[in-house]
């Protein structure tokens, strides 16, 4: 049974990394999930830990995952926006945790947007 | 809504919208009373009396983006689908609280779902909130106070992702006890 005693420890580790972390925000990457009712009901939350854990796990030091509300195309959720530095911003729809793990290896690390799960690939 | 739990992050949303700094989250699963209760409550700005009158009305929103506002309707047709209950109680500049009672064993109760999940979904997103997440099956009780853990953190931020990964197996290895049968 794990204890909030070992928080220290992890707190005493990530410490040391805290100037990894730092990133200016412009340039850092933006990902961001629609957290609304519609996209909950839709499968956010599977998104929204799916990339978490993914960024966590690659220690993608300069992506940020954060929550929005309705987007406004309650249809198309859950819906996945990806904001890069420079770069249009790019919208994918009808996600799942398993097309997340797919944008966070091809478009956040290798930079090639996966184009068939985009709003424009869907509303052709 | 597939899991009650989905129902709880929705609402949760509404308190972090009303501009909450601390939310309570209660569940109690009650087996021997065949109550599965579920309460939120925040210290946001509340609503007036004529807007709560509404409030679950699926046409009553505060969102500028469509006219329609599903969230606690939803919540409120589950509770009501068990022959449970639903109530909402606010006072403007207090804050809010939302109450739903399941019958534990009704058919048409969705399983209560990842409240692992849930809870992670919100802290992560949520930096600058604090949450009291209180969890009892029968008479065990499990309870995780984040302002308990800012403690022990420090300036170290709560929602790390490291953090956020030792967090969720800490939710779901207390909820697997508490819900060990003796």
């Known amino acids: ?39 909950i009901a839709a499968g956010a939350r599977p998104v929204m830990t799916a990339m978490v854990e993914e960024v966590a796990k690659r220690n993608l030091a300069h992506v940020t995952v954060a929550q ?39 478009h956040i690390v290798n930079g090639r947007v996966v184009t068939e799960y985009t709003i424009g690939a869907t509303e052709e | 809504m597939l899991e009650i739990s989905l129902h709880i992050l929705d609402v949760i949303n509404n308190s972090v919208k009303a501009g909450a700094s601390l939310i309570g989250v209660t569940v109690c699963e009650n087996k021997k009373d065949n109550v599965l209760s ?53 006072e403007k500049g207090k804050g809010t609280t939302v109450c739903a009672t399941f019958t534990y064993n009704h058919i048409d109760r969705q399983p209560l779902g990842d409240m692992a999940e849930t809870i992670i979904t919100v802290l992560s997103g949520n930096a600058n909130i604090d949450f009291l997440y209180r969890h009892s099956v ?25 953090i956020m990964l030792w967090l969720t197996e800490y939710i779901n290895e207390g909820l697997a006890e508490i819900s060990q049968s003796v």
Request: hydrophobic letters at 35%.
């Open chain 1, 68 to 106: 929005t509300g309705c987007i406004g195309m309650c249809k198309l959720e859950p819906i996945v926006e990806v904001m890069a530095p420079g770069k249009e911003k790019v919208t994918y729809v009808k996600m799942d945790a398993e097309k997340a793990l797919k944008v966070i290896s091809e």
């Open chain 2, 138 to 162: 029968d008479e065990k009780e499990f309870v995780l106070d984040t302002r308990e853990v800012r403690q022990i953190l420090g300036d170290v931020e709560l929602s790390g992702p490291e």
């Open chain 1, 1 to 39: 049974m794990k204890s909030l005693a070992e928080l220290e420890a992890i707190k005493n580790k990530m410490k040391n990394q805290v100037g990894m972390r730092k990133d200016d925000d412009a340039h850092a990457t933006r990902i961001v999930v629609g957290m609304a009712t519609c996209g």
């Open chain 2, 38 to 90: 579920v309460t939120i409550s925040d210290d946001g700005c509340g609503m007036d009396p004529e807007f709560l009158k509404t409030v679950t009305d699926p046409f009553r929103t505060t969102r500028t983006t469509r006219k329609v506002g599903m969230g606690l309707s939803l919540f409120k047709a589950a509770a009501e689908a068990t022959d449970g209950s639903f109530s909402i109680t606010s």
